[in-house]
């Protein structure tokens, strides 16, 4: 038996109005955020990994049960690719799989990226699959790209993967990469084998599913008019 999920309602139908002064406002100024214990505890294990055998790194943030974080490590044979929730009731909730390069991390995501900054430990793929989406339009700041986080984001770096069930979301993420430099794509996702739990359930439930991909290597220019392209 499936149980229906509901699609998402929110009082905003268009990307934010706020959301390019936001941005400006979070990419000026250096924000910093007290690391909490066990953020701090589950970063330890990561780095432990790493340099017990040196590895490029994936990051799956946001990865509730893990069911993703273990898909892409089949992807990605020769990254350590890890997977980072703040839910030990989800994480509890992870099948294991015989593959040996991927590990669950208990942690706030932005700590982990606050510390990977710290380290100066580059991604080279994150994948931001179906946050939380926080559709009342007060609520812009708690969404990825509204928060004083998003900075960290981009200055990780890597092939950047980020889907939702509500297109907005992904169009204002991929409109924020944009107004930060970046170039990328938004679209519509094909039908394949879930990657997530929630993507198994919303395709169930015949939502429609949007992704953005775009890759942080890419700048895109400013003109002399401040026109990017
Ligand atoms: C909608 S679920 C998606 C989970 C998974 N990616 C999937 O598609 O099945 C969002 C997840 O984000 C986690 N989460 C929300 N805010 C977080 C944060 N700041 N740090 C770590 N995890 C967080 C929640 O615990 C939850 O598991």
Redesign the pocket.
């Known amino acids: 038996m499936h149980i229906d999920s509901r699609r998402v309602s929110s009082n905003q139908l268009h990307t934010h109005t706020n959301l390019p002064s936001l941005l400006q406002r979070h990419l000026q100024h250096r924000h910093r955020k007290p690391v909490a214990e066990h953020s701090r505890t589950a970063f330890d294990v990561l780095r432990e990994a790493l340099e017990s055998q040196p590895r490029p790194l994936v990051l799956?943030?946001?990865?509730?049960?893990g069911?993703?974080t273990a898909l892409l490590a089949q992807r990605h044979p020769k990254h350590l690719v890890v997977g980072?929730?703040?839910?030990a009731h989800?994480l509890a909730r992870h099948v294991e799989t015989k593959d040996e390069n991927y590990l669950l991390l208990q942690?706030?995501?932005?700590?982990i990226w606050q510390l990977l900054l710290g380290a100066e430990i580059p991604l080279e793929y994150h994948y931001l699959?179906?946050?939380?989406?926080w559709p009342k339009s007060r609520h812009i700041q708690r969404r990825v790209h509204g928060n004083a986080t998003f900075p960290w984001l981009l200055r990780l770096g890597g092939i950047i993967e980020l889907?939702s069930n509500w297109r907005l979301y992904v169009e204002e993420f991929g409109l924020a990469m944009h107004l930060a430099g970046y170039c990328g794509n938004v679209f519509l996702l094909p039908e394949a084998d879930p990657?997530?739990?929630?993507?198994e359930k919303y395709r169930a439930s015949g939502h429609e599913l949007w992704a953005y991909v775009g890759d942080t290597s890419k700048k895109l220019h400013r003109d002399a008019t401040g026109v990017l392209g």
Do not use: Q
């Open positions: 799956d943030s946001f990865c509730g049960t069911r993703s980072v929730d703040k839910s989800r942690a706030e995501c932005e700590d699959l179906y946050p939380n989406p889907r990657l997530t739990l929630f993507e």
